[in-house]
């Protein structure tokens, strides 16, 4: 079982930028291939980016430039930078875990955090 955690989110206006973190734990677990999704208001959850246990990444094209993720194995956290936030930014951040990582996709795995909120002003 991995648990996970999100933090980081708020309220910036357009142009801004946030940093959210995605910390796992688990007793038996790495945190593996990680994935960021977004849940817009009215929508559903998408795919932003993702990042595999060696570093590699793939994001969305529209975040493509702006986006950016990372992980530090040693304090088993992933992070996303988002810089240059949009409104249609907005919405609930989620990271999942133990998915399949490819060059251009990554197919969710079992386990979610609770997600934290992105809210950006026009």
């Known amino acids: 079982q991995m648990h996970l955690v999100e933090s980081g989110g708020g309220l910036v206006q357009a142009g801004g930028s946030l940093r959210l973190s995605c910390v796992g734990s688990?007793?038996?677990?790495?945190?593996?291939?990680v994935g960021w999704f977004r849940q817009a208001p009215g929508k559903h959850r998408a795919l932003v980016g993702s990042?595999?246990?060696?570093?590699?990444?793939n994001y969305v094209d529209s975040v493509k430039g702006r986006f950016t993720i990372s992980r530090d194995n040693t304090k088993s956290t992933v992070y996303l930078q988002m810089d240059s936030l949009k409104s249609e930014d907005t919405g609930v951040y989620y990271c999942?875990?133990?998915?399949?990582?490819?060059?251009?996709?990554?197919?969710?795995?079992?386990?979610w955090g609770q997600g934290t909120q992105v809210t950006v002003s026009s």
């Open positions: 999942n875990s133990a998915g399949t990582w490819l060059s251009t996709e990554y197919h969710e795995g079992p386990y």
């Open positions: 688990s007793r038996t677990l790495e945190l593996g291939a």
């Open positions: 990042i595999n246990s060696r570093g590699g990444t």
